[in-house]
């Protein structure tokens, strides 16, 4: 099979993805195959290409947006068949075990593998699974339209969750890529007035489009505070422009897998019982409950798509800001 495949960490701008043709992997007791159709690009593959986060493995074929059609099932697999169309998200596994897992976050697990980090992913023709970490999709999108549903869109809705914000509150969106793009569309079906935050022109009238109550940037001043914010954008300064515009007892939940560091802070900022938390990976209920919610909405998803063989470029142009929106590799 065809993949896009890391040896060595390095800049995006070295093209340090390599086209290569590798066996074709077989699925274990447990797991699915699927014939890749499509594999969205996250900025999180950008942070594992460039070596931002330790390498477990090496080489590697990131990708953990994953779309595509069961090809071939291993031993035991009862829940899907070949031909069905499925997701493959950033959890991979889990132990099953630990405390976390214990008790309902199983995304902080001590044994969690990611796709495309700990096992080989999507920008490829075929990957494997286990069955039990995998999802039907709303039907009603493209292959290509689902895959950011998978991280982007997962983890924004993570971050919804954690910000805690509730039907009809005033919440502030900083940053607009691929994964506000739909969180916006949830936090607008949810009733919420939302307030986004973002350099972009072009981000600020798709925000406008998809329904923003308000936009501007990260030093404007909404009319209001916040009850709660999200940060997708990797900058730590924006936790204090958050917080100048936050109401007393909000949150901020940041989204992002790294961030520039936090600048110092006056406490009379956090005081009033302001809360600022992360967020990391998703549960699988996470899953289930997006893809639900996608269809019923039903999210619109704007795509940009690029060839396999492109990845490099696309995760180029990612680092650069200069997508509308989400980026995905078709592959077939
Ligand atoms: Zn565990
Ligand atoms: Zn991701």
Known sequence: MKAMRLSKAQPIEQSPLELVDLPAPIPGPGEVRLQVEACGVCRTDLHIIEGDLPLPRLPLVPGHQIVGLVDQIGEGVTRFGKGDRLGIPWLYSTCGQCAFCQRDQENLCDAARFTGYHMDGGYAELVV?????????????????????????????????????????????????GSAHIAIQVAVHWGCEV???????????????????????????????????????????????????????????LAGITMT????????????????????????????????????????????????????????????????????????
Do not use: M
């Not at 699974?129 to 999108?141: C, I, K």
């Not at 329904?211 to 940037?217: E, N, V």
């Not at 967020?279 to 690029?306: M, W």
């Open 129 to 177: 699974a286990p069955e039990t970490f995998v999802y039907p999709l709303p039907t009603g999108l493209s292959p290509a339209q689902a895959a950011p549903l998978l991280c982007a869109g997962v983890i924004g809705f993570r971050a919804l969750r954690q910000s805690k914000i509730r039907p009809g509150e005033r919440l502030g969106l900083y940053g607009f890529g």
């Open 261 to 332: 560091p936090i600048p110092e802070l006056d406490y009379s900022l956090l005081y009033q019982e302001r809360t600022v938390r992360s967020v990391a990976n998703s549960t699988r209920q996470d899953v289930i409950d997006l893809l639900k919610l996608a269809s019923d909405i039903p999210i619109r998803i704007e795509v940009q798509t690029f060839p396999l063989d492109q990845a490099n470029r696309a995760l180029l142009l990612l680092k650069q800001s200069r997508l509308r929106a989400a980026s995905v590799l078709t592959v077939s």
């Open 195 to 253: 307030f986004v935050f973002t350099r972009s022109e072009e981000h600020r009238a798709l925000a406008r489009e998809l329904g923003a109550h308000w936009t501007g940037r990260a030093e404007d001043d909404p009319p209001g505070r916040l009850d709660s914010a999200v940060i997708f954008a990797p900058v730590g300064r924006l936790v204090l422009e958050a917080l100048r515009v936050l109401a007393k007892g909000g949150i901020i939940a």
